[in-house]
Structure formats: structure tokens, C-alpha cells
């Protein structure tokens, strides 16, 4: 009996699979990242008892835009397509009498009843067909727990410090490499292979690979409160940091980031903000144009003086004075006039007395601006230089 229900299995197997099939895949969602292929079946067909795990030579796989299909035999990828169209598989393995001359079917046909009722009557492979996503996965949402080390360079100022920052955002990737991802990540799926199955390690890693692709962005002297707008070159350096992880392994590929805001500790921020305040000083105008304010702030704050607007212009007198005599004095160094030995007459004579002893004209009589420093005239009444009465 045995043998006779197994002779029967394999021709009655054999002859339902004689049947062509024809292989689609409906629109993928976002999160549905591999697929089976189903078998197009209608109240009208008479192709319904044929093995779901058989492809008959001559049938046919239709691939859509961003999708790719892959046939997988025993285990092994044996045939790929990224192209849309129909795809039409003939490999020899199954043969049909739809396909070909006749007789050479009939031949291979019943070659094929015989091995399968060595195997009892059933079919010693397993033949499916997956679809995989190639579209762009977005909205992979991303944050920093612990803030990252990043390096602030700014050969302008002198600035090179390492501060840490904290950000969030949202990164997309691809499947690149349709093979790479079936062996190494899902393999042979009943259904479907989603997104949340892989999301959480790809989150882990994406965070992980966020310092050292930080730290080819501080190389390129980009400011912590420029990097959202340097999305293209982080996208690159993420590529860089995930190559072995995502490229090589699973066949993943980052195709954007987006940073919603990257935040600084209150004390790194002021630290930069003091530095950079401090570099600005180095140029002697910036820094007479600060003093100017800072006087003109002194003033305001002198009328303000609560023990009588007076008494603060006193002493903001008394500073302002200190600082012309300052001045003054310093002028008095570089008078043209003077010379270690005395003075110079206008003739060319040196002299150390009151009168020229070539030519007897008096020594002159040279003033200062109290104000500004400048030299004024004999009998002046205000200052040419700044208008300082005199």
C-alpha cells in the first residue's frame, strides 16, 4: 500500500505542478522590508493544488519600481532581478509540458514522477520567490542619551577644545545590497521580515557611530551650531563609521540625516563664547571701539550715581584725567622739539638754555590737549584735534 499511495503522490503532485505560475507582490509599506511571493490565484484557476514552495519552468515573477525579486532555491539565491518588468524563470529543475517540444516534456516529466516517489511522492526541494524593499526607510528617529564628545577647532582664534554636545534627529537607509541583507539578516521568512525587528540595534549602532563621524566633521572646523546645516557631509561620515556594521554585513546604506537641534552644556558654551570674545580684542581697533563703549557706558552710569550726578562725573573726571595725562606724558616723550641734550632751535641749533645761542630766539613755549594729547598752538583757545577748550 505504501508504495502504491507514494506512486500515486508523486505522479498526482507532478501533474499539479504542471501548471505555469505567476508571481506578484503588492505596493510594500514603509516597514515591510522583505516579503514572499504570492501566487496568483483566482476562483477561476485551476492551479490550486500545486506545491507553494515550486516554481514551474516558465514562470513568471513580476518586479515593480523599488522592489527587487530574488529566487531562492534550497536555501541558495540562485537567481536575482532588480529591473521592473516580468522576470521569466526557467532553470530546467521543474519541467512542464507547457513549456518546450512536447516529447522532451513528457520525457523530463516523468524523470521527475520517479525521483519524487524515491522521496515518497513529494518534491525533494524547496524553490520561493521573496521581494525585497529598495525604497528609502524614513523616519528612523534618533537621540543622544549621553552627550558626545566633540572637538572645536577654530585656527582663527587659536581654538581647539573639546566640549560635549547632545542631539536628536531622524535618519533614513536603503537596502543596498538586496543578497547581502537576505543571508546575513533575515533569511528565509514565512511572510514578511519588518522593520521593528531590526530597528532597535540599528538605533544603537547609528547613535554609536555618531562620535567618530562627529569627529571627521570638527576636522573640517565646522562649528557645533553648524553642523544641521552640513547634513550631506555627516550623511558621508555616518557611511564612513557604519561601513563594516552596515555596509559590508547587512548591505545598508545611510541615505539622509536630519538633526533637529545639537545643544551645548551652559559652561562649554559660555567657555567658546569668552574665548572667541577674547580673540576680537587682539585687533586695537575692536578694542578702542569697546573702551569707547565702555566709557560711554560710564557715563550713563555716572549720571545715575545716587549720591548726586556731580559727585560721578567727579570721579569719572578724575579717571578720564588720568588717563589724558597718560597720554600726555607719553606725547611729551616723542616731542620733536626735545632731544636728550635740550631742545632745537629752528635755525638747526641744539641748545640747553632759554635762548637759541646761534641766533638768540627763545626756547618754545609747547602745549598739550589735556583731552586728546595733541600739540596746540601758542594762544589757542580750543583744541584742533578735538575741540577741547582750553
Known amino acids: 500500500?505504501?508504495?502504491?499511495?507514494?506512486?500515486?503522490?508523486?505522479?498526482?503532485?507532478?501533474?499539479?505542478?504542471?501548471?505555469?505560475?505567476?508571481?506578484?507582490?503588492?505596493?510594500?509599506?514603509?516597514?515591510?522590508?522583505?516579503?514572499?511571493?504570492?501566487?496568483?490565484?483566482?476562483?477561476?484557476?485551476?492551479?490550486?493544488?500545486?506545491?507553494?514552495?515550486?516554481?514551474?519552468?516558465?514562470?513568471?515573477?513580476?518586479?515593480?519600481?523599488?522592489?527587487?525579486?530574488?529566487?531562492?532555491?534550497?536555501?541558495?539565491?540562485?537567481?536575482?532581478?532588480?529591473?521592473?518588468?516580468?522576470?521569466?524563470?526557467?532553470?530546467?529543475?521543474?519541467?512542464?509540458?507547457?513549456?518546450?517540444?512536447?516529447?522532451?516534456?513528457?520525457?523530463?516529466?516523468?524523470?521527475?514522477?520517479?525521483?519524487?516517489?524515491?522521496?515518497?511522492?513529494?518534491?525533494?526541494?524547496?524553490?520561493?520567490?521573496?521581494?525585497?524593499?529598495?525604497?528609502?526607510?524614513?523616519?528612523?528617529?534618533?537621540?543622544?542619551?549621553?552627550?558626545?564628545?566633540?572637538?572645536?577647532?577654530?585656527?582663527?582664534?587659536?581654538?581647539?577644545?573639546?566640549?560635549?554636545?547632545?542631539?536628536?534627529?531622524?535618519?533614513?537607509?536603503?537596502?543596498?545590497?538586496?543578497?547581502?541583507?537576505?543571508?546575513?539578516?533575515?533569511?528565509?521568512?514565512?511572510?514578511?521580515?519588518?522593520?521593528?525587528?531590526?530597528?532597535?540595534?540599528?538605533?544603537?549602532?547609528?547613535?554609536?557611530?555618531?562620535?567618530?563621524?562627529?569627529?571627521?566633521?570638527?576636522?573640517?572646523q565646522i562649528r557645533p551650531s553648524e553642523i544641521v546645516a552640513h547634513n550631506e557631509e555627516l550623511c558621508e561620515a555616518m557611511n564612513d563609521a557604519l561601513s563594516n556594521k552596515w555596509g559590508k554585513t547587512r548591505g545598508l546604506d545611510v541615505v539622509s540625516v536630519a538633526l533637529n537641534s545639537v545643544t551645548l552644556p551652559d559652561e562649554d558654551a559660555k567657555m567658546i563664547k569668552n574665548a572667541q570674545k577674547a580673540a576680537v580684542m587682539r585687533d586695537p581697533s575692536m578694542y578702542a571701539a569697546t573702551l569707547g563703549d565702555a566709557q560711554a557706558d560710564a557715563m550713563r552710569d555716572a549720571a545715575k550715581n545716587p549720591n548726586g550726578a556731580m559727585m560721578g562725573f567727579m570721579g569719572l573726571n578724575q579717571a578720564m584725567g588720568a588717563n589724558s595725562n597718560l597720554n600726555v606724558s607719553e606725547m611729551l616723550k616723542k616731542d620733536d622739539n626735545k632731544t636728550d641734550g635740550g631742545w632745537v632751535c629752528e635755525c638747526g641749533q641744539t641748545n640747553s638754555g632759554k635762548f637759541c645761542s646761534n641766533c638768540g630766539k627763545p626756547r618754545p613755549s609747547v602745549k598739550y590737549c589735556p583731552n586728546c594729547g595733541a600739540k596746540v598752538t601758542e594762544g589757542a583757545k580750543f583744541c584742533s584735534d578735538c575741540g577741547q577748550k582750553l
Open 1 to 220: 500500500m505504501g508504495l502504491i499511495k507514494a506512486a500515486l503522490g508523486a505522479v498526482n503532485s507532478t501533474l499539479a505542478d504542471q501548471w505555469k505560475e505567476y508571481f506578484y507582490c503588492d505596493a510594500l509599506a514603509s516597514d515591510v522590508l522583505v516579503v514572499k511571493g504570492q501566487k496568483k490565484v483566482s476562483k477561476r484557476s485551476s492551479n490550486t493544488k500545486g506545491n507553494d514552495n515550486i516554481i514551474t519552468d516558465g514562470s513568471i515573477v513580476a518586479v515593480a519600481n523599488g522592489q527587487c525579486m530574488i529566487i531562492v532555491e534550497n536555501g541558495k539565491v540562485v537567481e536575482m532581478c532588480a529591473e521592473p518588468g516580468e522576470f521569466t524563470y526557467d532553470s530546467g529543475s521543474e519541467p512542464s509540458i507547457f513549456v518546450g517540444k512536447l516529447s522532451d516534456s513528457v520525457r523530463a516529466t516523468f524523470d521527475k514522477i520517479g525521483k519524487r516517489f524515491v522521496f515518497g511522492g513529494d518534491a525533494a526541494k524547496d524553490q520561493r520567490v521573496y521581494y525585497i524593499n529598495t525604497k528609502e526607510i524614513m523616519d528612523n528617529r534618533f537621540g543622544t542619551i549621553n552627550p558626545v564628545p566633540f572637538r572645536v577647532v577654530d585656527r582663527n582664534i587659536g581654538l581647539d577644545v573639546d566640549v560635549s554636545l547632545r542631539c536628536n534627529g531622524a535618519y533614513s537607509f536603503k537596502i543596498a545590497d538586496p543578497i547581502l541583507f537576505y543571508t546575513n539578516v533575515c533569511g528565509n521568512v514565512s511572510r514578511e521580515y519588518t522593520k521593528d525587528e531590526i530597528e532597535n540595534q540599528l538605533k544603537m549602532e547609528f547613535v554609536s557611530a555618531l562620535q567618530p563621524a562627529l569627529a571627521k566633521i570638527s576636522s573640517m
